[in-house]
């Protein structure tokens, strides 16, 4: 296909910033759910319930990773190996938290020994919440920039990644995953554990707000190349106007009982902080921090002009088809938890 | 070690774990599809219960293939980034590819494949199951064309000098269509039908050892069979054409796979050898005449390139190669030779007779399996010292940042923890295996009865 004047560049830096979404909402509710299995589910038939209610989808949740890093790889190269490099220790640590989620998901309830289901449980939970934080972690140092040299390696060291900036944004996206995750808990549970579930939403809805609170001043104080771009355009500002009424829905729409549209503002919400995150960012994609001349942008990191038109056509074939399926298999998977002898 | 070793090493390790168990979806998704359609077509119930409990087991090895597939596709940038800043245009795009068309496609509905008896209709299932088997063999595509792209690269030009060097994609079909990628991937998937099928044939055969589960393990052992002795003689088939490939696109390779040192016509064919690269010469068992001359030309009298005429510090390690070859090639043909003893067998009804036949099916499971990763171990290993042959040496596609302390890091991290799934995974398969089949599935529940009346007899 040719797309003619079009500039591929800055389609791709928002392609794949749509792929991150599309995996910090979906993964983002099955992390939550992972990060809360201790402590919100008790007995062994709530900590199904909960491993159920993620069952059906986690797994093609994830690929919204794989297929995201894979954008990556194929747009942006340098940057792909630049940051995986870079951040070895922190990307293999991910790694490890990955995937003991994954197969605790899968062989926690295969076996019936105590000790068994309890390192399962241990492993879910640990691999979700060590995810959640280290995806965070990742996301503020690509926020704040990291050290860059001449020839577009990483320069900085792996506790340098461990800067308050960036643990702050790992605490942050840990908050928002649980609340995340504990709205969706909600629409799949009923009773007595939906009844528990519940009270949790508020705490968490709090804790994140006064993380993310801490987060944009930090960044409105410390990140100036962020709050430049706010202050050229200053529409961007509707984002953060969204947000914020996304927010605020969401205990709106709990208390009413209506838990669809509380996780659907939840959605919302995860939405528009990832697209305040692509608008402060771009055309950076590893910022260079103190060097700003050695940054990998959209435009000096990206694959060649072919290679984007080629990929552009993939992903214009591709993606309506992956939406319109997973959509329908949301839809026969909709409605409560019922645990039955092919749930886990 | 230095960094080249230890990168090497936790790639070769991830990769080779990792490739435990895609092979097995592959062949298992196939032999599902087979299943639930003959249990539509028959409305047996007894093909129901077989549906169900492959399922169980794909389940399974479906899980630790995802949990150990993300590791791959992140260990590109983390150990080999100055390569993927080599090959990101052309490399990625493959891999995008994989990702929106395959892992979505597999992952998506192996939802409605697992959790969807009850909720869907047959027919609904079924297409499920298809998709899910499609999915798969998809990824098998993209990734076999990517993998081939650094074997015989087609369809790109370099740009640039030095650190900022690339290939560029100039035509996505060539790149994708490269000389090696068609007979690569033919014989990569039906290696993993094999994969599939003799699993299914062991855990059959072991069940009619002990005498448990007949009309299932009988019904299980047929198709796994038939898939067996198809897949086994295409894997002959197509190793042949794949072999003829690498002897015009991959010489080097070519003369280490049989440890072929001087060029010329009449080359020959090793049954078993011994390569001593100081010496330059190869000891052992050969055919006469120019068998090598043949398969590689269809003519003994054609000339085969020696390693002689191969600069030393573009050969790889030859007798490695040679061994790892000659072990997949020498497991190819005891695979059909297997299938067509065990299919006779089943044809004369003396199968369930034979208890040292069924001993040799019960560890046939392990056949594929090694064959498959001797085999890629030979293909990597005969592309050395390249990374994408003839233009990036393995030791130039190093990540630059990354030190051998934090390899060993993760070496060791890698181990433990492929140790303990590898251990989990042959304990939960086992208690399957012990569990069996489920009665209770002969009579189809929910939605899937809807239509259904229980069928008189077996299908045997």
Not at chain 1, 49 to 69: C, H, K, M, Q, S
Not at chain 2, 116 to 143: N, R
Not at chain 2, 183 to 190: D, E, M, N, Q
């Given at each position: 296909?040719?797309?003619?004047?079009l500039d591929l560049n800055t389609v791709w830096f928002a392609l794949v910033g749509v792929l991150f979404t599309?995996?910090?909402?979906?993964?983002?509710?099955?992390?939550?759910?992972?990060?809360?299995?201790?402590?919100?589910?008790?007995?062994?038939?709530?900590?199904?319930?909960?491993?159920?209610?993620?069952?059906?989808?986690?797994?093609?949740?994830?690929?919204?990773?794989?297929?995201?890093?894979?954008?990556?790889?194929?747009?942006?190269?340098?940057?792909?190996?630049?940051?995986?490099?870079?951040?070895?220790?922190?990307?293999?640590?991910?790694?490890?938290?990955?995937?003991?989620?994954?197969?605790?998901?899968?062989?926690?309830?295969?076996?019936?020994?105590?000790?068994?289901?309890?390192?399962?449980?241990?492993?879910?939970?640990?691999?979700?919440?060590?995810?959640?934080?280290?995806?965070?972690?990742?996301?503020?140092?690509?926020?704040?920039?990291?050290?860059?040299?001449?020839?577009?390696?990483?320069?900085?060291?792996?506790?340098?990644?461990l800067q308050p900036y960036a643990l702050l944004m790992g605490v942050t996206t840990v908050a928002l995953f649980?609340?995340?995750?504990?709205?969706?808990?909600?629409?799949?549970?009923?009773?007595?554990?939906?009844?528990?579930?519940?009270?949790?939403?508020?705490?968490?809805?709090?804790?994140?707000?006064?993380?993310?609170?801490?987060?944009?001043?930090?960044?409105?104080?410390?990140?100036?190349?962020?709050?430049?771009?706010?202050?050229?355009?200053?529409?961007?500002?509707?984002?953060?106007?969204?947000?914020?009424?996304?927010?605020?829905?969401?205990?709106?729409?709990?208390?009413?009982?209506?838990?669809?549209?509380?996780?659907?503002?939840?959605?919302?919400?995860?939405?528009?902080?990832?697209?305040?995150?692509?608008?402060?960012?771009?055309?950076?994609?590893?910022?260079?921090?103190?060097?700003?001349?050695?940054?990998?942008?959209?435009?000096?990191?990206?694959?060649?002009?072919?290679?984007?038109?080629?990929?552009?056509?993939?992903?214009?074939?591709?993606?309506?088809?992956?939406?319109?399926?997973?959509?329908?298999?949301?839809?026969?998977?909709?409605?409560?938890?019922?645990?039955?002898?092919?749930?886990? | 070690?230095?960094?080249?070793?230890?990168?090497?090493?936790?790639?070769?390790?991830?990769?080779?774990?990792?490739?435990?168990?895609?092979?097995?979806?592959?062949?298992?998704?196939?032999?599902?599809?087979?299943?639930?359609?003959?249990?539509?077509?028959?409305?047996?119930?007894?093909?129901?219960?077989?549906?169900?409990?492959?399922?169980?087991?794909?389940?399974?090895?479906?899980?630790?293939?995802?949990?150990?597939?993300?590791?791959?596709?992140?260990?590109?940038?983390?150990?080999?980034?100055?390569?993927?800043?080599?090959?990101?245009?052309?490399?990625?795009?493959?891999?995008?590819?994989?990702?929106?068309?395959?892992?979505?496609?597999?992952?998506?509905?192996?939802?409605?494949?697992?959790?969807?008896?009850?909720?869907?209709?047959?027919?609904?299932?079924?297409?499920?199951?298809?998709?899910?088997?499609?999915?798969?063999?998809?990824?098998?595509?993209?990734?076999?064309?990517?993998?081939?792209?650094?074997?015989?690269?087609?369809?790109?030009?370099?740009?640039?000098?030095?650190?900022?060097?690339?290939?560029?994609?100039?035509?996505?079909?060539?790149?994708?269509?490269?000389?090696?990628?068609?007979?690569?991937?033919?014989?990569?998937?039906?290696?993993?039908?094999?994969?599939?099928?003799?699993?299914?044939?062991?855990?059959?055969?072991?069940?009619?050892?002990?005498?448990?589960?007949?009309?299932?393990?009988?019904?299980?052992?047929?198709?796994?069979?038939?898939?067996?002795?198809?897949?086994?003689?295409?894997?002959?088939?197509?190793?042949?054409?794949?072999?003829?490939?690498?002897?015009?696109?991959?010489?080097?390779?070519?003369?280490?796979?049989?440890?072929?040192?001087?060029?010329?016509?009449?080359?020959?064919?090793?049954?078993?050898?011994?390569?001593?690269?100081?010496?330059?010469?190869?000891?052992?068992?050969?055919?006469?005449?120019?068998?090598?001359?043949?398969l590689a030309y269809g003519d003994t009298a054609a000339p085969v390139t020696g390693l002689r005429d191969i600069?030393?510090?573009?050969?790889?390690?030859?007798?490695?190669?040679?061994?790892?070859?000659?072990?997949?090639?020498?497991?190819?043909?005891?695979?059909?030779?297997?299938?067509?003893?065990?299919?006779?067998?089943?044809?004369?009804?003396?199968?369930?007779?034979?208890?040292?036949?069924?001993?040799?099916?019960?560890?046939?499971?392990?056949?594929?399996?090694?064959?498959?990763?001797?085999?890629?171990?030979?293909?990597?290993?005969?592309?050395?010292?390249?990374?994408?042959?003839?233009?990036?040496?393995?030791?130039?596609?190093?990540?630059?940042?990354?030190?051998?302390?934090?390899?060993?890091?993760?070496?060791?991290?890698?181990?433990?923890?492929?140790?303990?799934?590898?251990?989990?995974?042959?304990?939960?398969?086992?208690?399957?295996?012990?569990?069996?089949?489920?009665?209770?599935?002969?009579?189809?529940?929910?939605?899937?009865?809807?239509?259904?009346?229980?069928?008189?007899?077996?299908?045997?």
């Amino acid at each position: 296909m040719n797309f003619g004047a079009l500039d591929l560049n800055t389609v791709w830096f928002a392609l794949v910033g749509v792929l991150f979404t599309g995996y910090v909402i979906l993964d983002g509710f099955d992390l939550g759910t992972g990060v809360l299995h201790l402590f919100a589910a008790r007995r062994d038939e709530e900590r199904r319930v909960f491993l159920n209610a993620i069952g059906p989808v986690w797994d093609g949740n994830e690929v919204w990773l794989v297929t995201g890093g894979g954008a990556l790889f194929a747009a942006f190269p340098a940057v792909y190996a630049t940051v995986f490099s870079g951040f070895y220790l922190a990307f293999m640590a991910l790694l490890c938290a990955l995937i003991f989620r994954a197969v605790a998901i899968e062989f926690r309830s295969k076996h019936h020994s105590p000790r068994w289901r309890r390192f399962w449980d241990r492993s879910f939970a640990f691999g979700s919440l060590g995810s959640s934080l280290l995806i965070g972690i990742a996301m503020g140092n690509i926020a704040w920039g990291v050290p860059v040299d001449a020839r577009g390696e990483f320069a900085g060291s792996f506790p340098g990644l461990l800067q308050p900036y960036a643990l702050l944004m790992g605490v942050t996206t840990v908050a928002l995953f649980a609340m995340h995750g504990a709205i969706y808990l909600v629409l799949k549970t009923e009773g007595e554990l939906q009844a528990h579930v519940r009270t949790w939403i508020n705490p968490l809805i709090i804790a994140f707000i006064l993380c993310y609170v801490l987060l944009t001043l930090a960044t409105l104080l410390y990140v100036p190349h962020v709050t430049e771009a706010f202050r050229r355009e200053p529409w961007f500002f509707a984002l953060v106007v969204l947000v914020v009424l996304a927010i605020a829905n969401i205990p709106r729409e709990v208390s009413r009982g209506r838990e669809f549209f509380a996780f659907l503002s939840s959605c919302a919400a995860m939405a528009g902080l990832m697209a305040i995150f692509g608008v402060g960012t771009y055309p950076y994609l590893v910022y260079s921090h103190p060097l700003p001349e050695h940054s990998l942008t959209a435009f000096n990191a990206a694959s060649s002009p072919k290679t984007l038109g080629v990929m552009l056509t993939i992903a214009l074939i591709g993606l309506p088809v992956v939406l319109a399926y997973s959509v329908s298999i949301y839809w026969i998977f909709r409605g409560k938890v019922r645990l039955d002898k092919t749930s886990y | 070690m230095s960094t080249e070793v230890l990168a090497r090493l936790q790639f070769a390790f991830t990769i080779s774990f990792h490739y435990l168990y895609p092979p097995l979806s592959i062949g298992l998704g196939l032999l599902l599809v087979a299943i639930e359609g003959l249990w539509l077509k028959t409305k047996n119930p007894l093909y129901h219960q077989m549906a169900r409990f492959w399922t169980k087991v794909f389940a399974l090895t479906f899980a630790v293939g995802v949990a150990t597939g993300i590791v791959m596709e992140f260990e590109f940038g983390t150990n080999w980034a100055t390569y993927s800043r080599y090959v990101g245009d052309v490399f990625g795009s493959a891999l995008a590819a994989e990702g929106i068309f395959a892992f979505f496609l597999e992952s998506g509905f192996l939802a409605v494949l697992l959790f969807g008896w009850d909720k869907v209709g047959p027919k609904l299932h079924f297409f499920a199951t298809c998709m899910v088997a499609l999915g798969a063999h998809f990824s098998a595509i993209w990734i076999v064309v990517a993998n081939s792209w650094m074997q015989t690269p087609a369809g790109f030009h370099l740009v640039g000098e030095g650190l900022h060097a690339r290939a560029e994609i100039t035509d996505f079909w060539a790149m994708v269509f490269n000389p090696s990628s068609m007979t690569r991937l033919a014989h990569t998937v039906v290696g993993a039908w094999q994969a599939g099928a003799w699993l299914v044939v062991s855990i059959g055969a072991w069940y009619l050892l002990k005498k448990q589960h007949r009309d299932f393990a009988r019904a299980s052992m047929k198709i796994g069979l038939a898939l067996s002795l198809t897949a086994s003689v295409l894997t002959l088939v197509t190793g042949d054409r794949s072999a003829a490939g690498v002897a015009r696109n991959q010489p080097a390779k070519f003369a280490a796979l049989e440890g072929h040192w001087e060029t010329g016509p009449h080359a020959r064919v090793h049954v078993v050898g011994w390569v001593d690269a100081k010496t330059e010469t190869t000891h052992g068992l050969a055919l006469p005449g120019g068998m090598l001359s043949w398969l590689a030309y269809g003519d003994t009298a054609a000339p085969v390139t020696g390693l002689r005429d191969i600069p030393r510090d573009e050969r790889p390690p030859v007798n490695f190669t040679f061994q790892l070859f000659h072990l997949m090639v020498g497991i190819g043909f005891a695979m059909i030779a297997l299938a067509l003893w065990a299919s006779w067998a089943l044809w004369r009804r003396t199968l369930e007779n034979s208890r040292a036949l069924l001993w040799l099916l019960v560890i046939s499971v392990l056949g594929p399996q090694i064959a498959n990763q001797a085999g890629w171990w030979a293909a990597e290993v005969g592309r050395q010292p390249w990374i994408v042959y003839k233009l990036l040496r393995t030791s130039q596609g190093l990540s630059a940042v990354v030190h051998a302390n934090q390899i060993v890091a993760s070496l060791v991290m890698f181990t433990l923890v492929y140790l303990l799934l590898f251990a989990a995974f042959i304990f939960l398969l086992n208690e399957k295996i012990q569990h069996g089949p489920d009665e209770t599935d002969l009579s189809p529940t929910g939605k899937l009865a809807l239509g259904f009346k229980p069928a008189k007899g077996g299908p045997a």
